[in-house]
């Protein structure tokens, strides 16, 4: 026993040191294949905490979430979609980010007809700790990263067969906070030191969605394609309030499409193109970014996730799982990113939505469909005038159902062609 104590220690010994090299080359391998991406102007613009995802289920499906856009996680993609989704919903999200800095996001939307609207704080922050030429404590706090947005959405046009043309705008503002540092030469606090530093920004996105149907292998009313654009972070900074105020910070802003695909019902796939641009003339051309996901609907109460990121020449891995207890969806995340660090265990992230229903919109459509289904039947028995009244309280409730409107000018058809034979049954 002895003996094969201390020859599975021996083991755990050797393997253990080979496994962690096999990792670090396997990482070191991915940086090499993806050299060629490098981007010599990355990381030339101000409040890059706009670039870092708050996690759940965007992040689970690489970020590729611009034409898809079906959860509350749409406020940082495509500010359209506030006007489209099902249900209203509140969130919270936790991202451990890098080097013991952690982005926090609180947010909120609901949905009145076609009109869409929502709201959300989150926050980045970094430990800060000063120390003097003696190694003592001279100053800590933290380097923050605070940002605000308000969102509003339409569904134009939105019927039975055209779902409708989405639009909507982002307004955001963002506040960076330093601490306040040691004078070199006294060691003293300097008061207001870190506020001379400190910035704020403001900026805005703009989005739009189409959705429709196309080769399509299940039944279901919601569009299986949809098609996103969004850009985002148009706006100015201002910075270096100790020494006179600065507009030539610029923000990281861009332009994605994004596309999304529901061929068979459990599985989504989707993707994203993004190119970073800058309203700065001083600022070179950025490398594009490109993102892809794939969802899979194991139950109605279970999701499996993964994606896909290569920004620059650091591709990031990303896997999470979301599961729905009581009306509350929680996401887990997990990312391997090599913008970060060669380390493969890095990043974990979780979410909780809470489903706060649909305003009264499925209770809705049932009675459209009730109301629909007998204009049917009165059609059916040759009674044209009792659908078209039935019909027509359809239309009441949903001035674009098309099936009404087609059968209110099927039944007019059917009440003229009887009309006219009437006619013709009595001579002059």
């Known amino acids: 026993m002895r003996r094969t104590g201390s020859l599975a220690v021996f083991f755990f010994l050797a393997v253990l040191p080979l496994k962690a090299l096999t990792l670090t080359d396997a990482t070191v391998s991915l940086v090499d294949i993806f050299s060629p991406f490098v981007d010599e102007n990355e990381g030339s613009t101000s409040f890059r905490s706009l670039l870092i995802p708050s996690g759940g289920r965007a992040e689970s499906m ?40 952690n982005i926090e996001t609180l ?16 926050c980045f922050y970094v430990p800060f700790t ?73 900026m805005g996105d703009i989005g739009m969605m189409i959705r429709f149907n196309l080769a399509k292998f299940y039944a279901s009313r919601e569009p299986n394609v949809r098609i996103g654009f969004s ?31 529901n061929f068979i019902k459990p599985i989504t796939i989707s993707v994203d193109f993004r190119q970073p641009f800058a309203l700065s003339k001083d600022m070179g051309y950025q490398m594009f970014q490109v993102g892809a996901g794939i969802e899979a609907q194991i139950t109605d109460f279970f999701a499996a996730m993964a994606g896909f990121q290569l920004k620059g020449a650091n591709p990031r891995f990303s896997f999470g799982a979301e599961f729905e207890i009581n009306k509350i969806r929680v996401n887990a995340n997990y990312t391997l990113d090599l913008t970060s660090s060669l380390n493969p265990l ?10 706060m229903g649909d305003g009264g919109r499925a209770e809705k459509m049932q009675k459209i469909d009730e109301l629909y289904n007998l204009g049917v039947l009165y059609f059916s028995r040759g009674e044209y005038n009792d659908a078209i009244d039935v019909w027509e309280q359809v239309l009441e409730l949903d001035k674009r159902f098309d099936p009404a409107i087609l059968g209110i000018q099927s039944a007019n058809r059917m009440l003229e062609m009887f009309q006219k034979i009437r006619d013709s049954m009595f001579l002059e």
Do not use: M
Request: glycine share 12%; with cysteine; hydrophobic share 40%.
């Open 62 to 101: 690489g970020g590729a979430f611009t034409g898809l856009a079906d959860d509350i996680s749409y406020i940082n993609y495509n500010a359209s979609a506030s006007s489209l989704l099902s249900n209203s919903q509140a969130s919270v999200f936790h991202n451990s980010w890098i080097a013991d800095s």
């Open 107 to 122: 947010s909120a939307t609901t949905r009145l007809g076609n009109a869409g609207f929502g709201a959300a704080f989150s």
């Open 130 to 202: 000063e120390y003097d030429i003696f190694g003592t404590r001279a100053s800590n706090g933290y380097y923050t990263e605070s940002i605000a947005c308000i969102n509003a959405s339409y569904n134009f046009l939105s019927g039975y067969n055209f779902k409708g043309l989405a639009l909507g705008i982002n307004l955001k503002s963002a506040f960076r906070g330093i601490p306040d540092y040691a004078d070199d030469d006294t060691g003293e606090i300097i008061t207001g030191s870190g506020f001379a530093q400190s910035a704020i920004a403001f």
């Open 231 to 261: 850009v985002q972070n148009l706006g100015a900074a201002i910075t270096n309030f100790g020494n006179g105020i600065c507009l030539d910070d610029p923000l990281p802003s861009s332009v994605t499409a994004g596309f999304s695909y």
């Open 346 to 355: 890095n990043r974990i992230g979780i979410s909780a939505k809470f489903i």
